[in-house]
């Protein structure tokens, strides 16, 4: 395991029992959910086979080999947020709800958490730590969970929607998305606040 970085300097300094790890991914892209994942090392003593670590720091095929041993090696559920919900709360505090709702679907309560980032969402109990996918093998661990499910599902409804190429791009605004946007339109996939979702939404309305 020292060969992985980060370790559980982080977890083991909190004094607590089961101490869970939380990241989301997703803010970026202009469509898709954003999702969460917590984590929970019921062992800290564990061997780790696989490298884990910040998922943007990653191969697709380490993020695989990763994801599959984190899901049978600890406890871990996700949550998530739909467009309709980023629209209406906004992408900051979606992510802060997708995150309640992940260590909500934990099947074991965790006595802190530790959050990625530099807010710590309300009702829990733990502290932001700012890169924290860098710092704490939990919060990486969420990281890779995260970012694997959100790419799964935009790979699903990619196969609904082959014309927007999500299952590569990922919902992020790349030139040839945006160009299947204004050749294909908006669905209820997109994320109307989004600036470049709103700016054609407006052209559209402009030009009835």
Not at 64 to 85: D, F, H, K, L, M
Not at 123 to 149: C, H, N, P, R
């Amino acid at each position: 395991m020292k060969k992985n970085i980060p370790d559980f300097s982080i977890e083991d300094a909190c004094g607590a029992g089961l101490v869970a790890g939380v990241d989301e991914a997703g803010r970026g892209p202009l469509c898709g959910p954003v999702v969460a994942a917590a984590v929970v090392f019921p062992d800290r003593n564990v061997d780790i086979p696989v490298v884990i670590r910040d998922s943007k720091q990653m191969t697709q095929k380490q993020r695989v080999v990763a994801y599959r041993w984190i899901c049978e090696n600890t406890i871990w559920a996700v949550g998530q947020c739909s467009p309709a919900e980023i629209d209406e709360l906004n992408i900051l505090w979606a992510s802060m709800l997708a995150m309640q709702r992940a260590v909500a679907n934990l099947g074991a309560v965790p006595q802190f958490c530790l959050v990625d980032g530099n807010r710590l969402p309300s009702d829990l109990v733990g502290q932001a730590v700012v890169k924290g996918d860098a710092k704490s093998l939990s919060i990486a661990a969420a990281s890779i969970i995260a970012k694997e499910t959100r790419d799964k599902i935009m790979a699903g409804l990619a196969e609904q929607f082959p014309q927007y190429g999500w299952d590569k791009n990922a919902g992020y605004p790349t030139a040839e998305h945006l160009q299947a946007i204004d050749k294909y339109g908006i669905n209820e996939h997109y994320r109307k606040s989004y600036g470049p979702i709103k700016k054609r939404m407006k052209n559209e309305t402009e030009g009835d």
